[in-house]
């Protein structure tokens, strides 16, 4: 019966599969291909990831221990996807952190066991490159182990244009400040006609090349991304996928990949433009799964979003071709402001019981994919380091509550500690 379910895949997808198992490499137009499949050939495609996926990390699943700090949410770059940037004169709305809210953010991330803190903000028009610097200076000084991953290519390309040095000058300025990573974000997707629809004023597809592998070139690493479920079409990831996979070829330099689904519900290009509204599912699984197949082996992590897509979702890719569940964030902004609720922070003891519930290892990272500890056995995991809430009963586990300290006269018991609502209320 097996048989006959895999002998009904199409030929020509089966021939791409075993093809990418047997670690040839695919052609932009297998992975278009593979982009487009439903059915059994779905299956058939994230089967096959999840096999390469295994073959290449094993069943550990790592996550970073991090948290999110955006310096700034005023931004006029204007683009269409964004939910967040904010006019610098809009009083409710529009935040500048000073270096003191920035090191209290950092400060909570060190208290809850954070090995990096993910630092980016929007381009602030009153801002210069000695920002960026002076950001760094503050946060290393204070905490010189915490790893620093901040300014996408954009931030690079704004800060650069102001400091009239080199960009290789301009980012070792930065190293020697306290960056330690780079994110791979504003890439969206690398072809000018999408991008002159989705951010006019970005920078464009060889301005984002010339930053990433400039800064590879002085040991500066980075991840890689893109954003999928707008307008694009299955060629442009395809050949978004080939630029990042020829980069890697040439610098080393990318740590990850990381597809980021298009949060449609608050921003101009869903509401305005008439884009998609984000990836259905299989497209998210399709996406992790030609990825994993599409850049084995010169990109060995795929990491799973799970602001964008959830945690359960977030699982799913997990078995589909993706080794990497992202980081804890504390705080994220970007998303949510976009108009994603998948919350803004998931707990390192939270990613473990994801993880294990899939049968796999939790495995704690640094940035750098350097392992801080392996949690093999969960009798031996420690405590929470989060801040404790207090809870909320409400329903039925009030009532038990109520009716079992009545009972044992512990504190909080008696007549007087039961709610009013009569006990023959619902249970
Ligand atoms: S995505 Fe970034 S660069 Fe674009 S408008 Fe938003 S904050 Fe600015």
């Not at 300025?173 to 989705?198: N, Q």
């Amino acid at each position: 019966m097996l048989d006959q379910l895999t002998s009904a895949v199409s030929p020509d997808v089966r021939g791409l599969l075993e093809k990418a198992l047997e670690k040839r490499e695919l052609t932009a137009k297998d992975a278009e291909r593979l982009l487009t499949v439903h059915g059994l050939d779905f299956h058939a495609l994230i089967a096959a990831a999840d096999f390469a996926s295994r073959e290449d990390c094993g069943d550990d699943v790592t996550y970073v221990v991090c948290r999110n700090i955006n310096f700034t949410n005023v931004c006029y770059v204007g683009c269409s996807f964004c939910g967040f940037a904010r006019h610098k004169d809009d009083a409710a709305e529009a935040f500048d952190r000073t270096h003191a809210e920035i090191l209290a953010k950092c400060e909570d991330a060190v208290r809850r066991g954070a090995t990096e803190v993910c630092i980016q903000g929007g381009i602030h028009p009153n801002k210069d490159h000695t920002h960026y610097r002076d950001i760094l200076r503050a946060v290393k000084s204070a905490y010189p182990d915490l790893h620093i991953h901040a300014y996408s290519p954009e931030e690079i390309d704004f800060g650069h244009k102001k400091s009239g040095m080199k960009l290789s000058e301009y980012l070792q300025w930065l190293v020697d400040a306290g960056l330690g990573t780079m994110p791979g974000t504003a890439a969206e997707i690398l072809d000018d006609e999408v991008r002159d629809i989705l951010s006019p004023k970005k920078l464009k597809t060889a301005r984002w090349i010339e930053i990433i592998k400039a800064a590879h070139q002085i040991g500066l690493r980075s991840t890689s991304t893109l954003m999928y479920g707008h307008i694009e079409k299955p060629h442009h990831i395809a050949a978004h996928l080939d630029i990042l996979r020829e980069i890697q070829k040439e610098t080393g330099g990318f740590t990850e990949f990381v597809p980021l689904g298009f949060i449609h519900e608050r921003n101009l290009l869903y509401n305005l433009l008439g884009s998609r509204p984000g990836p259905s599912m299989e497209e998210d699984l399709r996406i992790i799964a030609v990825s994993r197949l599409f850049l084995r082996p010169w990109i060995k992590n795929v990491q799973v979003s799970w602001v964008k897509m959830g945690h359960k979702l977030g699982q799913m890719a997990l078995s589909a071709g993706a080794n990497d569940f992202g980081g804890t964030l504390m705080e994220e902004s970007i998303s949510r402001e976009s108009g994603a609720d998948f919350g803004e922070n998931t707990p390192a003891e939270e990613f473990r019981r994801l993880i294990r519930e899939l049968g796999r290892v939790p495995v704690e990272r640094t940035t750098l994919y350097g392992v801080v500890q392996r949690f093999e056995d969960p009798a031996l995991d420690p405590p929470s380091r989060e801040p404790q809430k207090a809870v909320e009963l409400s329903g039925p586990a009030r009532w038990r509550k109520a009716i079992d300290e009545a009972s044992t006269g512990r504190p909080g018991s008696g007549a007087t500690a039961l709610p009013s609502a009569p006990l023959s209320a619902p249970l």
